[in-house]
């Protein structure tokens, strides 16, 4: 292995994303403006809950649905930038350029999935901190469950970004389904709009969604409920993850032209 | 031993019922410079992306340093530089000096930073984003690239094209300095010009196939094509006419000329006699005369 090499690539990879205008925007500012909007509009409303001991939590809407944050971080990481980013790399040659050296192609996914892992836990830091400050945010669950649970999301709908990155050959034809995609999920998880507020066939119907399923688990573990509470929701994240580990390989391409 | 670091036989590479190139076999020496030469859509960047191992050959074999290439991709491009057909693959907000340091950690033993700098004269654009360097100091920066291992053979796809001649002339120069220095570059090209002037032996490629192999000064020899007089053409002249001159060697009809070959300025009195003229254009015989000569079309640098 060589760290020197893992290093650069990591650092050029870093760069090239933060230089990209829209990428940079959604990733780091979009969140923070969304949780102080949202936030400032619906946070501090009165929220009630029941631990699994029995014990009711009063507390505010936010220390409730901080996680549906969260888990539009990943989603916007996850099936916005990452098949943005790969096919718009894939199209301009960059990968082929790569292919030109001696270094080894699984570093370049590889190295890439650090980097957004690492973009994805200072946005969180970023918004948690924000959230803790300004609308006393509280957290009620226990910090392994809560971090194996934002892994197990990470990585699976990590996986279904770089599927979606190699399906395309054009970055934009990628942008667009990759948008469609997003924003579809976005707003029928229950991250933007709580999914109670949905009329019943909708609230049924969004379970269909991977992303409900992610704002659910997220939200379990948050308010430290119980397994049998949330293992319907992180079966379902981890069977999409595994699909996106099966088909990825099949349809990811380091070159345009094939 | 053998001296060659490339040697290709019988590739062939078809795209459904496109065939891009076909029954090419060649051998590259150590410390030449071989020349791919051919108009665009010739085969020149498919035998080299086969040669590089980023495409799979149809038929044939590929050995590159006595390695097939697809099966031993990052031991051969530690030792090997390879300068892509085209500029903009580097990502636009990328720096010059980041890309270097990219390419840097990728080898064992690199040039130094400086080093690289100075080879494709960027010392002071090393703060320059790629995408707004000109087409000369980007295609610069990429062959910098591929120098930076320290490798014994480059592989360049159209190093020079789309550039103004000055760009032209500081690759070569660079490109000539390597080779002095005991290095082997296998080079595309679709300038017939540089390739006459810079490469030892060139392979002159036409529709994926093996036009003319050779050195580029013995083949004109072999043809004995020295002189080319151009005579303009008249009812009265006819090929066997032309032929039956002493010092006439080689003949061919471009639109309204005869394109005369000879090895001696001989051959420019014996026409003026012959058609009666007192003047008749005269000029040295080039590379893409020959190419005129074994594909019976003038050279053009696009798809024909």
Redesign the interface.
Known sequence: M?F??M???F??DL??FV??PAAAFFTFAFPVLLLSILGEIFGRFPFQFTLPDGTVVDTTYISVFFPGFVAFIIANLALQSAPIFLAS?RT???F??L??????LSWVIIIRVVMYFAIFVFSYAVMFVLARQIFDLRFFGQLLPFGLALLLCFVSFGSIGFLLGGLFNSASTTQAVASIIFFLMYFTSGSAIPRDQFPDWLFRATELNPMTHVVDLLIAVWTGQAFDQLWVSALVVALVGVAGFVLTPLTFRW?AEG | MSDSVIEVASLAKHYGDVTAVADVSLQVETGTIFGLVGPNGAGKSTTIECIEGLRTPSSGTVRVLSQPPRQHRRGLFRRIGVLPQHNELLPARLRVGEAVDLWRSFYDNPLSKDETLALCGLKDRRKTRTSRLSGGQRRRLMIALAQVGRPRLLILDEPSSGLDPVARYNIWRNLNAFKEQGGTILVSTHYMDEAEEHCDQLCLLDHGRIQVLGNPRRLMEERRMRILVKVPHTPDLDRDRLLALDHAHQVEQVENEWFVFGATDRLYGELKQLTNREFLELRPARLEDLYLMTTGRAYRTGVD
Not at chain 1, 99 to 104: F, I, T, Y
Request: aromatic share 4%; hydrophobic share 30%.
């Open positions: 060589n020197k090499m290093r650069t690539l650092r050029t760069l090239i230089r990209e790399q301009t040659g960059w082929r350029m292919q030109l050296s001696p270094l080894r070159d």
